[in-house]
């Protein structure tokens, strides 16, 4: 049973260009959600998305990024014009609808993005 | 609104001694809480979670922690340590958030070294 699937492992960006990273979550799971580690940071909480919805992006910087998780195809996280405060990685996890009521969720590897 | 405080960056402990590695916790509702490792470049797995049943938690590779509500602190524990327990632990309460859902707060980590 394949884990939560996040690609691009490294992703390099110059300044100003958009960044995408894909989250496949696992089998059976409904419900992922986007969060960002800094470094000597803990994991901040960006976004929660079901199936075509967005259910809380209270986490979410308000310009230039953005989340969708489509009714075919992984969740996608996108960052427009990129700036090196965004060089940080990128956590995918997800959970099946019944745990999502407690919380635990299950991570992929992550993406780290590299802004120049 | 919740928070974690882990106290300790950075732990050191030689082979075969006692772990311990200490989190608090604020919420203003009963909590669940979890403690996560990640190893270098992986992502976070789940060590064990307190979810309102027994107080006293057993996780994986010997690790457990206990509850204590009246000092609001959830600290992990391992009689002995292994070279292979060296990694980042991070300390997680899950709450209801605004939005409907459970939301995840993380500490910043713990990094334990171990000492051959």
């Known amino acids: 049973n394949a884990g939560v699937m996040q690609n691009p492992r490294h992703l390099v960006r110059r300044r100003g260009q958009e960044a995408r990273l894909r989250c496949s979550p696992m089998?059976?799971?409904?419900?992922v959600y986007w969060y960002r580690q800094l470094p000597e940071e803990g994991l901040k909480f960006m976004v929660y998305l079901q199936k075509e919805n967005i259910i809380d992006e209270s986490g979410m910087p308000k310009e230039r990024f953005s989340a969708e998780f489509p009714k075919e195809g992984p969740s996608i996280l996108r960052i427009q014009q990129v700036v090196r405060g965004d060089s940080a990685a990128y956590f995918c996890a997800s959970s099946p609808p019944g745990l999502s009521t407690t919380g635990e969720l299950f991570f992929g590897e992550g993406s780290r993005l590299t802004v120049l | 609104a919740q928070s974690v405080t882990q106290l300790g960056s950075h732990v050191s402990v030689s082979e075969g001694a006692l772990v311990l590695l200490r989190c608090n916790y604020s919420s203003s509702v009963p909590p669940y809480l979890f403690w996560y490792v990640q190893y270098p470049n992986q992502g976070l797995q789940l060590l064990l979670k307190y979810t309102s049943a027994a107080t006293l938690v057993k996780g994986i590779n010997d690790f457990e922690a206990e509850f204590k509500k009246s000092e609001t602190s959830f600290h992990l524990t391992k009689p002995s340590a292994h070279m292979s327990d060296a990694a980042e632990y991070f300390c997680a309460v899950s709450a209801a958030s605004g939005a409907g859902s459970y939301q995840l707060t993380f500490g910043k980590g713990t990094k334990l070294s171990v000492i051959p």
């Open positions: 089998k059976g799971h409904s419900h």
